[in-house]
């Protein structure tokens, strides 16, 4: 019986190395994710930035290619991944579907997104070019099972390796840096970004804010987090870089995303008392240096861009009380766009008109290009079904962080800042395959597992268990000793 239970340890451990072995490999997968940005400035100055049918004439193609290299490399090992926890489960008789389920309760509700995804993909008037994708964004089921590919991915490693969270975040913020370093040095020689071939990272500064709005808000909360001098000293040249990048992208979008971010990072850092108060000092000197510079300097128009969105709204404000505004020009055309969509969602609202049917295959409204608003885009081509399931997910997700506070990590605190920053840029805009894969990394790495919150009364339970009473004893012993020795 004796060697019955050692050979069924052994078994068991080697299992478990067989699974960490495989998360390795999955992480590895996560960070090739991260270096998809990185990649891409091989590409500068060697493909056209215009927007074309044709996918191979545009700089979108090249992230799409690598996203779906990294998908393909990661399938096949996070099915091994899986398929090895169900064997351990089987081979330790230990199969406890309940608990697996309760354990990733916030998955059913995105699972169930993909299913409705598939069923709407049956309904769309252009199966082919839903399934597949079409023209330059090329969003087709295939391109959403890679997000669904990278997400579950990054989900899988976040707990089983512990350094994953910290690993994939300093890439990021090192990578967005890089970015912003090149970026910075097209500038000085003379190039504008979106404006040129030389910028072949993104499609345009729309795009990149949307990146700079995740990479600011991260460096920030990695900045606002550390004690560090040294790191301290680094975050900080690697903030003001990244928020002047920002600053000069002109993207109002991108730029209330960071503000978004830094209400989150205050709110979250306070609310779990990690936050550093001299680190946030200098954040917020940092960021206000540096916009206090481009906007004398002439840099960014972001003061007239705020002019300009009060402006908008009162246009908006006064259309509706029956004014005479014509609130079309909006937010650089935006609101209209988003009426039209709502009114292609009102037409289709179980299943939508289909997956990237936007671009020149817009059957409802031909001249309708992408909607600028990520949550109404879900709405119209899956139905409003679908953009339910993904905002609870959100709310789920929102909700276990503020359960779990007690329990978030810095790293856990910076990806949650992260992720609401791309929650509010996707407001303004689609950021495709360019932004997206990191919200998908960010988001399934601050998914919080439930477990036990430290409080007062968890500690007092803690202390007076019968293993923790036993190793009082002693000392105990010692005291009363000592005690009748004194007397």
């Given at each position: ?5 050692v050979?069924?340890?052994?078994k ?12 390795y490999v999955l992480?590895a ?5 991260v ?7 091989t ?5 056209h930035n215009i927007?074309?049918?044709n996918?191979t ?5 090249y992230s ?6 990294c998908?393909?490399m ?5 099915i ?9 489960a089987?081979y330790l008789h230990n199969?406890?579907?309940r608990?697996?389920l309760?354990n ?6 995105l ?6 995804t ?5 309904q769309s008037?252009?199966f ?5 994708g ?5 969003e087709g ?5 890679q ?7 990054a989900y899988a490693?976040?707990?089983?390796l ?6 994939v975040l300093?890439t990021?913020?090192?990578v967005?840096?890089?970015?912003c370093?090149?970026?910075?040095g097209?500038l000085v020689?003379g190039?504008g970004?979106?404006?040129n ?11 990149y804010?949307?990146f700079?709005?995740?990479?600011t808000?991260a460096t920030?909360a990695?900045l606002v987090?550390?004690?560090n ?5 680094l975050l900080?040249v690697l903030?003001?870089l990244?928020?002047h990048?920002?600053?000069y ?5 991108a730029n209330l995303?960071?503000?978004?971010g830094?209400v989150?990072?205050l709110?979250?850092g ?10 946030l000092v200098i954040a917020?000197?940092v960021?206000?240096v ?5 906007e004398v ?5 972001m003061?007239e ?5 009060f402006?908008d709204?009162g246009?908006i404000?006064?259309?509706a009380?029956?004014?005479?505004s014509?609130p079309?020009?909006a937010g650089t055309?935006r609101y209209?766009?988003w009426?039209?969509?709502i009114?292609?969602i ?5 299943f939508g008109k289909g ?9 409802y409204d031909?001249s309708l ?19 339910v399931?993904?905002?609870?997910t959100?709310?789920?997700w929102f909700?276990?962080a503020?359960q779990?506070k007690?329990n ?9 800042a992260g992720?609401?920053a791309y929650?509010?840029?996707a407001?303004?805009?689609?950021s495709f395959?360019?932004?997206y ?7 399934a790495?601050s998914m919080?597992?439930s477990?036990?919150?430290?409080t007062?009364?968890?500690q ?8 923790a009473?036993g190793k009082r ?8 000793q000592?005690d009748?020795?004194?007397?």
């Amino acid at each position: 019986m004796e060697e019955f239970l050692v050979a069924r340890e052994a078994k068991k451990k080697q299992i478990e190395d067989i699974q960490r072995y495989i998360a390795y490999v999955l992480f590895a997968g996560v960070i090739l994710v991260v270096l998809m940005a990185f990649f891409l400035l091989t590409l500068i100055g060697k493909v056209h930035n215009i927007i074309t049918t044709n996918s191979t004439d545009h700089f979108m193609y090249y992230s799409q290619i690598y996203l779906k290299f990294c998908a393909m490399m990661l399938a096949p090992v996070l099915i091994g991944y899986y398929a090895t926890g169900i064997y351990k489960a089987v081979y330790l008789h230990n199969v406890n579907v309940r608990g697996f389920l309760k354990n990733n309760a916030m998955l059913i509700p995105l699972a169930a997104m993909l299913v409705w995804t598939f069923i709407a993909l049956f309904q769309s008037p252009d199966f082919d070019k839903s399934l597949n994708g079409s023209g330059y964004i090329n969003e087709g089921f295939y391109t959403v099972l890679q997000y669904g590919t990278v997400f579950l991915a990054a989900y899988a490693v976040r707990e089983k390796l512990k350094f994953s969270k910290e690993a994939v975040l300093w890439t990021f913020v090192i990578v967005a840096s890089i970015v912003c370093f090149i970026m910075f040095g097209s500038l000085v020689l003379g190039y504008g970004i979106g404006l040129n071939r030389k910028n072949g990272v993104f499609n345009n500064s729309n795009h990149y804010g949307y990146f700079l709005a995740m990479s600011t808000t991260a460096t920030f909360a990695l900045l606002v987090y550390n004690k560090n001098v040294w790191k301290v000293t680094l975050l900080s040249v690697l903030l003001a870089l990244n928020m002047h990048n920002l600053l000069y992208c002109n993207t109002l979008g991108a730029n209330l995303a960071f503000i978004g971010g830094i209400v989150f990072i205050l709110c979250s850092g306070y609310m779990s008392g990690k936050i550093n108060n001299s680190s946030l000092v200098i954040a917020l000197l940092v960021c206000g240096v540096v916009t206090f510079i481009d906007e004398v300097w002439g840099v960014t128009k972001m003061w007239e861009s705020y002019v300009t969105l009060f402006r908008d709204l009162g246009l908006i404000a006064d259309s509706a009380t029956g004014g005479s505004s014509d609130p079309g020009i909006a937010g650089t055309g935006r609101y209209s766009l988003w009426r039209r969509t709502i009114k292609v969602i009102h037409q289709v609202p179980w299943f939508g008109k289909g997956l990237d049917l936007y671009y020149r295959n817009n059957i409802y409204d031909h001249s309708l290009d992408v909607p600028h608003n990520e949550y109404l885009a879900i709405a119209s081509n899956i139905g409003i079904p679908g953009l339910v399931m993904y905002l609870f997910t959100f709310i789920w997700w929102f909700a276990k962080a503020v359960q779990q506070k007690k329990n978030l990590s810095t790293a856990d605190l910076a990806m949650l800042a992260g992720t609401f920053a791309y929650m509010v840029s996707a407001f303004t805009g689609n950021s495709f395959t360019y932004t997206y894969p990191y919200f998908m990394v960010f988001f399934a790495m601050s998914m919080q597992s439930s477990k036990p919150v430290d409080t007062k009364y968890s500690q007092l339970q803690n202390a007076n268990t019968p293993e923790a009473m036993g190793k009082r004893e002693p000392a105990l012993q010692s005291e009363t000793q000592k005690d009748a020795k004194n007397g």
